[in-house]
């Protein structure tokens, strides 16, 4: 793997050859031309936030707030970015944060994703509502590190089985995802009147399990069985029906179509896949039926952090779900030190939510989190590239944050502290 400099060299080199790399280092440029190539209705549902977008604005201007005071003359020739997360190591501070129904954006989706992870070395954070299969993007990443983000659905046999498939193709974890028991009021979204999920997008996991299959066999085979109200017959809802049908595992389009089961799954998973009523006791389900780690994404008060700890979780990640639920809230870089103090190194702490520069990786550090998670910049190189798109996005990024801990005067991780920062 090339280190920083050697990154930022090979670009100047190839740029004097007339060769450009596939996406550009500049996050605004990234963004604008991903939001170019997409269709308006991934467009909303990738880059939209809840309400007024407040949130999503505040998750930026809140690392504006500090500021790196770099020392001088610290000998940074050689540099170490590699961190310990439950006993592992990992070469650099980051992983990849679970974001959904990636096909909207490149038709390799979520694997192209798991083989640039695998790549770059940074954990992949399979995606509940994925479109692909854990398992087989698991099987693209060979020993590479994985975690599994869990939506508590409102079958507890179908949240089991989605933490032991998790087990099974090897996941250091599970991302149990809390503020997304009911969907946020996403304007973008809303104003398209558009949810991917009702084509067949995004479900992958749960067509590929196997109580979910057993339901869908109970849910067809009951005549009393209520559907939800059928919408009247367009053109659009011919091309959402074909859709659902075509990303339905198996062979035979009128086969399938017979069948029922494309758009029973749909509605089944309509149906079941949030539960808004799990409390604090509910996790005692999960920890009876995993042995693996178990991080709670979704913390921004001290208080449910220290609770977190009282019911013998193992990590904590700090984030507002990238200001998509929760319009007016506190940013995620706000709420870290609060938390940080909350959980006095217990556990680890991760942060998503903002992160666009190496900069913002610095800071997060500086003020106590154990790594950070990157969002939406890798659905822009997967948008704009593929596998090579978001690889890049990678390696731009870690070379960013490299240069600039060794610039603000560090070595390594550890060296990054409070006293890097003023305010």
Known sequence: ???????????YINGFAGKN??????WNKLEAQAIQK???KAAGYIVGGAGLQETVAANRSGFAQWKIVPRMLRNVEQSDTSINLFGQTFSSPFWLCPIGVLEMVHPEADLAVAKAAAQAGIPYVFSNQASVPMETCAGAMGTAPRFFQLYWSKNRDLVASFV????????AGIVLTLDTT??????MDLDLAYLPFMEGKGIAQYTSDPVFQKMLDAKLQDP??????????TMQLLKGLISSVQRYPGKGFLQKLRSGRPMGAVQLFVQTYSNPAITWEDLAFLREHTKLPILLKGILHPDDARKALDYGMNGIVVSNHGGRQVDGAISAIEALPGVVEAVNKQVPVILDSGIRGGADVFKALALGASAVGLGRPYVYGL???GQQGVYEVLRHLMADFELTMRLAGCRRVEEIERGCLNV
């Not at 032991?164 to 996941?171: D, K, M, N, P, Y």
């Not at 009911?182 to 304007?187: A, E, F, I, S, V």
């Not at 009393?224 to 017959?233: F, I, Q, S, T, V």
């Open 38 to 40: 997409m269709d308006h």
């Open 383 to 385: 948008t704009l590239g």
């Open 21 to 26: 790399d596939q996406v550009t280092p500049d």
């Open 182 to 187: 009911l969907l946020g009021w996403r304007t």
């Open 1 to 11: 793997m090339l280190k920083a400099n050697d990154w930022q060299s090979q670009i």
């Open 164 to 171: 032991q498939r998790a087990e099974a193709c090897g996941c």
């Open 224 to 233: 009393n069985a209520a559907g939800p109200p059928r919408p009247p017959l």
